[in-house]
Every structure is written in structure tokens, then in C-alpha cells.
């Protein structure tokens, strides 16, 4: 077994590499008294914030899964600055739009919601009164619409009019079969922090990940890459042993490490699979969390498909494969991906759904048929390239009553954390609030370990 502890230092384990993980290690290295070692199992740091470079001619790696901030996302915002990256953060303004039998409409200013021209002056009317209650309620209700279902309540106080036109067919196409089990919580966060202002790292999201993977290693964390966790198991006499690394024929791990500490950044799946000693009542928990998959399509043109937009909104009304297209290089300049002109075609699904098990070129063929929609001109010889990424894990589904169901951080074995995007609930999954998990669990670990600061404070 290895895992040796210095000058009394609490050893403590990270599962995963992503942006919750690597928040959470940077801050409890800065403690003084913690050695802390993250073990990710891919060949990268990011998780779902992580890229590719899909062609040497790309100088800037792109998002495997699409992301942008929003420009009040201020915990990753004082952590870019803090980690000294705050010259990779620029801040854009592109058009977002919603595609409406055949036709994009803009719909992210009151301005442009008066102008959609499918639902009547009065309907307009109502639906910008209940968004703007939502978006600038001087007390944030959350609590009180965790009790209660969106499905429900925007057709009830929208009218079923436009919330059917607009509202209903992006919340199925977001939850699938599970979209009217979703609570108002979860809508209301969604408006509360949209802005129309994004924020982009230049070097993409990938280049932050780097910054913050470096300044966790300055603080003397060991990270560990291609190191899949196998299990967690307490030890008789406090700690745990934690075994990583590809498993023998004889089911021996290639590794056992001792700690004092766990913080496990996981889905709640593989959380139950690794720490089966954890009480029945929270396994079960753990198993009562639903979440969708993600399948996103990456194709590179040689020209662009849409004017100026960057982001569509494809409700499933529409009949189309796919959920959201995004046109990345209408907000960030080809010049950094060789001049391609890239596109993202992405779903939300749940994990059984048949494109997760459908190949690259299958999918590409269920797709590119749909492009036309946005472009009469497209011809398939635009496309130069395409890479398809999944994740089963990449939206939680949060039903009536969630903030009740949610998993403690500190879990029933001492010593034990989870912190998994589940958690950040009422706000919706992202790089931000991966952030903020990972700096309430360091606090939380602090706190219960006695090791001196206040993480999110240190420099």
C-alpha cells in the first residue's frame, strides 16, 4: 500500500479531474496543512470542460460538450482571476435565436420578444410579464417553486398558448419523458441568470483547465491522469483505501493508496459502485437521481452555415434530430481552428437512447439531412470534418421536490465527500458551479479537519 503522509499533513484524495476537483484541491493545497493527489481517470483535466483538437492546423483546442459563462458566473470569475488567467477571458456578444416553423427568431431582449410573430400582442404581453417576475423577483423564491412543477405552473400564469408555442418543446426536448416531473426551481434559475453577454477563455476552456491544473501543482498537489478509482473502502482504523489503476487478471488493483480524507467529484452512479459500505439510505439516495446523457456532433465546414447566429434553440416540435446547433466561430473568430467554420449539433437523451450506441457515421447521416433548415444552400460538400462526443452523465433531472432528495456533501462515513453536479441544485449544471461545489467542499473539509484559512480566501 502506498500514500505516506508529511510533517502531520492530512492526506486527502480527489476523484476526478475536472473543474470540481481541481477547485477543490487548489483550495485545500493553499491551507498549508493538507497533500492532496486528484486521480482522473482520462488522459486529460477538464471533465466535461474539457477539448480536442481535431486537426494540427488548430492552434486552440475546442470543448468536446459546448460551453460559454454567463457574465454574472462570479465564483469562476474570481477564480480565473485568482489563478492569474484573467488574460484569457474575453467577452462577447453573439445572437441567440429560437427556430420556429422553418425561421430563426430572436428572442433574448424583450425587444425581439415583441416582435415574434406567431403569438398575438396580448399573449406576448403575459408571457414577458411572468419572465421578468421570474428574472427580477427582489427576493429569489426558489424554495417555494422547488414545491411546485414548471410544466404546470408556465402553462397556468404563461396561458397555454405561449407556453406551448415556446416554452413546453424546449423543456422536452431537455427532460425527454421526465419534462413535466421538472420543478419551477430549476426554470426560475435558468432565467435568473441568462444573460446576453457570454464569456469565453481564449485558448478555449481547455487553456482555464490548464491554468488552474498548474497552479494546483505549484501548490504541491500530485495529479494523477489515466487512474480510474476502483473502490473506497474505510479502513478499521479511520481513512480509507483507495484503489486506482487497471485491475490484474486475478482482480487485484495496479494500486492502493491510504487517506485520511475523500472528496469524490463523481456521477452518483459511480459513486454507488465505488463506495458500496456507504449506508443503505444513502445509496438510496444516490439511485433516486435521475439525469439525461449528452450527444454532441462536431462538424467543421468549409464555409458558414448560418449568417450570424450563433446559438439555435430547435425545439422537438420541429421534427429535427437534434436539440440545440450552435455555430461556435460566429462567436469566436475560424482563425483559431485552422479556418474551419464549426457547428455543434447536440441532444440531450436519456443514456438508453439509440445514439449512443449508433457510430459517428450513422449519426452524421441522421444529421446533416436537417442543415438545410438553416441554410437552403447546404450541400454535404461543405463538410471537411466531424468528431462525436457522449457523455450518460450531463444533466440532472430535477423533479418536484428536489432540494429534499439532494445527497449530503458530507456523506454518513467520516471522512467520506460527494460533489457532483446533482448538487448544485437550484442552479443548472456548469463550469461555474463546479466551481462553487468544489469551494464549499474544501471549506467543509477545512472545517471538519481543523486546518486553518478559509478556502476561497488564499491567493
Known amino acids: 500500500m502506498t500514500g505516506s503522509q508529511k ?44 477539448g480536442f483538437k481535431g486537426r494540427e492546423s488548430w ?23 485568482t489563478i492569474g488567467a484573467g488574460d484569457l477571458l474575453e467577452i462577447h456578444r453573439p445572437s441567440t435565436v429560437m427556430h420556429h416553423r422553418g425561421a430563426n427568431y430572436p428572442l433574448d431582449s424583450p425587444t425581439h420578444m415583441l416582435r415574434f410573430p ?46 406551448g408555442k ?67 473502502t474505510p479502513l478499521p482504523d479511520g481513512g480509507f483505501r483507495v484503489e486506482s489503476g487497471e485491475t490484474s487478471a486475478g482482480g487485484e488493483a495496479a494500486a492502493a493508496h491510504s487517506f485520511d480524507v475523500v472528496l469524490s467529484t463523481v456521477s452518483p452512479g459511480l459513486m454507488q459502485r465505488l463506495a458500496p459500505e456507504l449506508p443503505d439510505s444513502y445509496l438510496s439516495q444516490l439511485a433516486s437521481l435521475r439525469h439525461m446523457g449528452a450527444v454532441v456532433m462536431t462538424v467543421a465546414l468549409d464555409r458558414p452555415l448560418l449568417k450570424d447566429t450563433y446559438w439555435v434553440n430547435v425545439p422537438k416540435t420541429e421534427g429535427l434530430p437534434f436539440l440545440v446547433l450552435v455555430e461556435h466561430t460566429n462567436m469566436i473568430d475560424p482563425s483559431h481552428y485552422g479556418g474551419d467554420h464549426l457547428l455543434y449539433l447536440g441532444d440531450y437523451l436519456e443514456p438508453s437512447h439509440r445514439y449512443f450506441s449508433m457510430s459517428q457515421e450513422e449519426l452524421l447521416a ?12 447546404f450541400r454535404p460538400e461543405w463538410v471537411t470534418g466531424a468528431w462525436l462526443h457522449r457523455a450518460t452523465y450531463a444533466q440532472p433531472v ?34 461555474n458551479y463546479a466551481v462553487e461545489i468544489g469551494q464549499r467542499a474544501a471549506r467543509m473539509i477545512l472545517e471538519d479537519q481543523g486546518i486553518g484559512g478559509t478556502a476561497g480566501d488564499r491567493g
Open 7 to 50: 510533517d502531520g499533513a492530512v492526506r486527502i484524495a480527489i476523484i476526478g479531474g475536472g473543474v470540481a476537483g481541481l477547485t477543490a484541491a487548489y483550495e485545500l493545497a493553499g491551507a498549508g496543512n493538507a497533500q492532496v493527489h486528484i486521480f482522473e481517470n482520462g488522459p486529460e483535466l477538464g471533465g466535461l470542460a474539457s
Open 166 to 232: 415556446l416554452w413546453q418543446p424546449m423543456l422536452e426536448g431537455k427532460f425527454g419523458p421526465h419534462f413535466r416531473d421538472v420543478n419551477l426551481a430549476w426554470f426560475w434559475a435558468r432565467v435568473y441568470k441568462r444573460t446576453p453577454r457570454l464569456g469565453y477563455y481564449r485558448g478555449g476552456f481547455q487553456a482555464f483547465v490548464d491554468r488552474l491544473g498548474a497552479a494546483t501543482r505549484d501548490r504541491g498537489v500530485t495529479i494523477e491522469t489515466n487512474a480510474p478509482v476502483r473502490a473506497v
Open 366 to 377: 441522421e444529421f446533416l439531412p436537417a442543415l438545410p433548415r438553416f441554410n437552403r444552400e
Open 59 to 81: 492552434a486552440w483546442p475546442l470543448e468536446k460538450f459546448y460551453h460559454h459563462l454567463f457574465t454574472n458566473d462570479y465564483d469562476i470569475m474570481r477564480l480565473t482571476e
Open 118 to 163: 406567431h403569438l398575438s400582442m396580448a399573449h406576448k404581453l403575459r408571457m414577458g410579464m411572468v419572465l421578468a417576475y421570474l428574472k427580477y423577483h427582489p427576493r429569489p423564491p426558489w424554495r417555494a417553486f422547488d414545491r411546485l412543477l414548471a410544466d404546470e405552473w408556465l402553462a397556468r400564469w404563461m396561458g397555454e398558448t405561449a407556453y
Open 398 to 431: 430535477p423533479v418536484r421536490g428536489y432540494a429534499g432528495m439532494i445527497p449530503e456533501l458530507r456523506t454518513p462515513l467520516r471522512g467520506l465527500y460527494f460533489a457532483s453536479m446533482s448538487q448544485v441544485y437550484p442552479w443548472d449544471r456548469g463550469t
